[in-house]
């Protein structure tokens, strides 16, 4: 674990330092902001419904962040050489990993905390409730959480930064659309599809401020499975 | 230190070094030559815990790469041919995120990271960012995170790679520095510096060992014994005639006639030099150098390696 702390403690130096990160953020967080004012302030609107809106946009703002955040973390480190670092240390593959994750974590969190703003507006200039703003970042948080570890997974399959964000990107897609595919399979492939669905199935009781636990483990077991995956991919290198 | 028994190391179908076998005692300062792709970083990445191999036995300090890397990645500092370095940190930063990586106790850090700058020459550059070193503090950075948690072995992939003349003198007396404390397994291209720096050598092609000796053994073995050359004032064939006529002298040669001076050489025991000599002086010939030639290591390399794309 202190292995974990030492490598996520450098990487998050590396993405405070670097001009990539604040640009990805920056980017991003332009684009949410333009996207809430066009879809969730659209029309009249009760606050709350408002509140749902921003989180709906949240949803893939965040999803696209994680993706772009993630796309270096293990690439670079092939492209680099530095890997050749890590793998001669006394670090377990799990360690590199989940280290990559925590400082991810950590940087996509500074996103979210920018993106406070939005829900600030209309809380001071609507009614709304706390709950709901804590339950949606949850979500957010929860599948920022998930992304990453698509992403890290991705990352570890390349050495090419472009190619992991695209490679990421593709499964994330595949992630959130697999719920069109359950409308043209037969049961229990349809089920299956439905309970994959990263934003139809799983996203919308937070939007709206519920926590349900069987979202809260869909999300923890794709971060799970993301960065298993990943961990295996490191571990199976060292066999190549 | 380290025992390899059929080592094999498939990329694929390929593969990239095959049976090898050799050991290395404590303390010995080991060169790996080879051609390019003839399978030394594959070899060195197997000891350095970061590849496994295909079949074979290698063990380091006891403990086998397969069974327990962790335990050997305690106990080695991996310079690989491009060094790992993330350009963001601070020479510093770096140097102490490594030592922690591996193990040095927060306790001990400041003083591992000040004593291996000092080693490196690194101290002017502490507090630099890594992006803006030249090439040669880079390198000197490479073998520094190598060394700063001060393990059994080190294993160097081309570390005087890209250095200038001033530079590789520097590496050099870097790694003759570091001779006793550790032991120390190089790879190089450039056959002068592992003729400079290693005790033994180990010569690979096409992913097998093909000798390993000391570079007089290997000259030996290869038929390429040492000979005398003289060189003389007056004629030399006069002085060919009385070299012939020393007992245990195999054969005598005139390689160069010069105005006033003749280079000849004596195929003979080093032990005769001084009949050699008294020969000469007898005779009333000037002696103006007598020197022992070896083989040289380029030349017992490209024997070796039959010449493949060498030169």
Known sequence: ????????????????????????????????????????????????????????????FTAVAAVLISMRLLAEERQTGTIDLLYSSPVRDVEIVFGKYLSSMAFLGLYLLATTFMPAMILVNGKISVG???????????????????????????????????????????LVVSWLLAKVTDRPLNDVFTNLALYQQHFPPFEKGLIHLRDVVYYVALTYLGLFAATRVLEARRWK | MIQVEGLTKYYGSQAAIQDLSFSIAKGEVIGFLGLNGAGKTTTLKVLGCVLLPTSGRVEIDGYDVVENPHEIRKRIGFLPDAPPLYGEMTVRGYLSFVAQLRGVSSEHLAARVEKVEEQTALRDADGELISSLSHGYRQRLGVAQALVHNPALLI??????????????????????????????ISSHILSEISQTCDRLLIIQSGEIVAQGTEQELARRLGGASHIELEIQGSGERAVGLLRAVAGVQEVSLQKQDEGTATIRVEAPLELRPALVRALVKADIDLLRLERISEKLESIFLKLTHGKGAG
């Not at chain 1, 957010?140 to 399959?157: D, E, K, M, N, W």
């Not at chain 1, 090419?160 to 595949?174: E, L, N, R, T, Y």
């Not at chain 2, 160097?156 to 397994?185: A, F, N």
Request: hydrophobic share 55%.
């Open chain 1, 132 to 174: 709901q703003i804590i339950a949606g970042y949850f979500g957010s948080f929860l599948v920022g959480s998930a992304c990453l570890a698509v992403g890290i997974f991705g990352s570890s399959l390349a050495r090419s930064q472009v190619v992991a964000a695209i490679a990421s990107g593709c499964m994330v897609i595949a």
């Open chain 1, 1 to 60: 674990m202190r292995a974990a702390l030492l490598i996520a403690r450098r990487e998050l130096g590396a993405y405070l330092r670097s001009l990539s990160g604040y640009l990805i953020i920056a980017v991003v967080l332009a684009l949410h902001g333009l996207f809430f004012n066009a879809y969730a302030l659209a029309g009249t609107k009760r606050s709350a419904e408002v509140l749902q809106g921003f989180f709906w946009t949240c949803f893939g």
């Open chain 2, 156 to 185: 160097l992939d081309e570390p005087t790679g890209g250095l200038d003349p001033v530079q590789i003198v520097e590496m050099r007396r870097l790694i003759l520095g570091l001779k006793g404390g550790h032991t120390i397994l």
